[in-house]
């Protein structure tokens, strides 16, 4: 059995006999016309290398030189201060679940220290700022884990491998929710309170 098929080769219609293919049958077919050799690179092939090459190489870099847009800034301390931070939290709107179910209604009163405990301390220091970095290293905080290091200058990823232990960022939230006003600082419950030390370390050499 003969198919038909209408071949368009160098703007002249060709007809072709082709022999129809019995199933399950292979049927090798001729190059018809000009050919050339591919010499295009695999598509897949070459964004697996520039992912490998290009890819991890920028994202190192970026984690590198990352800081958060709303990191909290902080000035050195120029005396050495204690104060006490109240944490009590006064609700301005109902607290509901996703059927509308109220929890706690608006004006509830509740200080999260009497449900949650700071088991540690949190230190606060400027990364950038070489005296601090080595003031908290020399400090009893600097071999403790359970205190968390937040920095409001410098860079984290830095900090971490320098130091060998977790850094986060201080952001503008959780410097305004303590109250923080210099660097460094240390942070401590107390009777369901926080205490704020900052530590001054003299003029900046």
């Given at each position: 059995?003969?198919?038909?098929?209408?071949?368009?080769?160098?703007?002249?219609?060709?007809?072709?006999?082709?022999?129809?293919?019995?199933?399950?049958?292979?049927?090798?077919?001729?190059?018809?016309?000009?050919?050339?050799?591919?010499?295009?690179?695999?598509?897949?092939?070459?964004?697996?290398?520039?992912?490998?090459?290009?890819?991890?190489?920028?994202?190192?870099?970026?984690?590198a030189r990352y800081q958060p847009a709303n990191l909290h800034v902080l000035p050195r301390a120029t005396k050495d201060t204690t104060t006490m931070v109240d944490l009590t939290h006064t609700l301005e709107q109902d607290l509901v679940d996703a059927q509308g179910t109220i929890h706690y209604p608006a004006g509830f009163t509740f200080n999260p220290l009497r449900y949650v405990s700071l088991s540690g301390a949190l230190v606060v220091i400027d990364g950038s700022d070489s005296e601090q970095v080595s003031w908290f290293k020399g400090s009893p905080y600097g071999a403790n884990h359970r205190v968390l290091l937040l920095l409001s200058g410098g860079l984290a990823a830095t900090l971490r491998d320098e130091l060998v232990r977790p850094v986060v960022y201080l952001t503008e939230d959780i410097a305004q929710r303590l109250q923080l006003r210099a660097v460094p600082s240390i942070v401590v419950e107390q009777d369901s309170q926080l205490v704020i030390r900052e530590v001054s370390l003299g003029r900046p050499r």
């Open positions: 059995m003969l198919t038909v098929t209408l071949l368009l080769a160098s703007g002249t219609l060709l007809l072709a006999c082709l022999p129809l293919a019995r199933a399950g049958e292979i049927v090798q077919l001729e190059p018809v016309g000009p050919t050339s050799a591919v010499i295009e690179s695999d598509l897949a092939e070459e964004l697996r290398q520039r992912a490998v090459n290009v890819g991890v190489e920028q994202l190192r870099s970026a984690q």
